[in-house]
C-alpha cells in the first residue's frame, strides 16, 4: 500500500466508517467514507493530499497544463475514525521520500509559494469573469434600449483595457485550432502569451514522493 495507511479494529459491525484527514491548521483534506465497517482487524490506504488549485476561466484552450491541485507538503496532520456512535483522532507525520534530494524546509517552501501564484493566478481569472459579466450586462442593457448602444460600447471599451492587463487577442494562435470566425474573434490568451504581459509561472508542485519543477501555463479561452 502507498500514502497513508491506517490499522483500525472494531469489536461489533457498525453502519458506516468515515475518515477524515486535516492539516496542523485544521483544513479538512479529505474525506474517506468506503472503509470497511464490519468486525474486525481492517487496514485501509489513502493517497497524497493536496490542496485546490486557482479555479480556470470556461472555454480556456490550455496549451501545457492548467489548474492542478497542489499536493501538500511533509508535516503534521491529524486523522479522525467515526465508526457509529465512536470517534477518535490520532496526529502523524507525513514524510518526503527518502529518495528524494529535497529537504522538509524545501518542500514547504516551495508549497507556500505554490500557493501564493495559485491565488494571484485565481485573483486574475476572477477579475477577467468579473469582467466577462458586466459585458454581458451592458449587452442585455443596450437589446432593451439602443440608446445605450454609445456609452455601453465606451464602457466595454475600458472594460477591455482593464482585462487586456489580464488577457490578450490572440487569433495567431487558432490556426491549429477549428474554430469559426465569431469564436476566434472571443479567444483570449491570459499573460503568458507572446503579445501578452510577462509570464507568470505555475508551479508543479514537488510532492513527498516527487522533486519540483516548474512549467510555464499559456492558456487561452475561447468564450
Known sequence: MSGIVVDYYLPKDVSAVKFEYFDSKGALLRTESSAPASAGFHRVSTGNFS???????????LWTGGPRPIPAPP????VKITAGDFSDQKKFHLRPDPR??????????????AQRISARCGEANAA???IIDMNK????????DSALKESGEALKAKLLAVESVFAAVDLDCLDVLDVSDA???????????AIGPPTVGTPTVGTPTTPATTTTIPPTRRS
Do not use: H, N, W
Not at 450586462?137 to 432593451?144: H, L, N, R, S
Open 100 to 113: 528524494s534530494s529535497a529537504s522538509e524546509a524545501d518542500l514547504v517552501a516551495q508549497f507556500e509559494l
Open 51 to 61: 490542496y485546490p488549485g486557482y479555479k480556470g476561466i470556461p472555454g480556456m484552450v
Open 128 to 130: 477577467v469573469l468579473q
Open 137 to 144: 450586462q451592458i449587452d442585455a442593457a443596450v437589446a432593451e
Open 75 to 78: 508535516g503534521e496532520y491529524t
Open 183 to 193: 469564436t476566434r474573434l472571443r479567444i483570449r490568451r491570459r499573460s503568458g502569451c
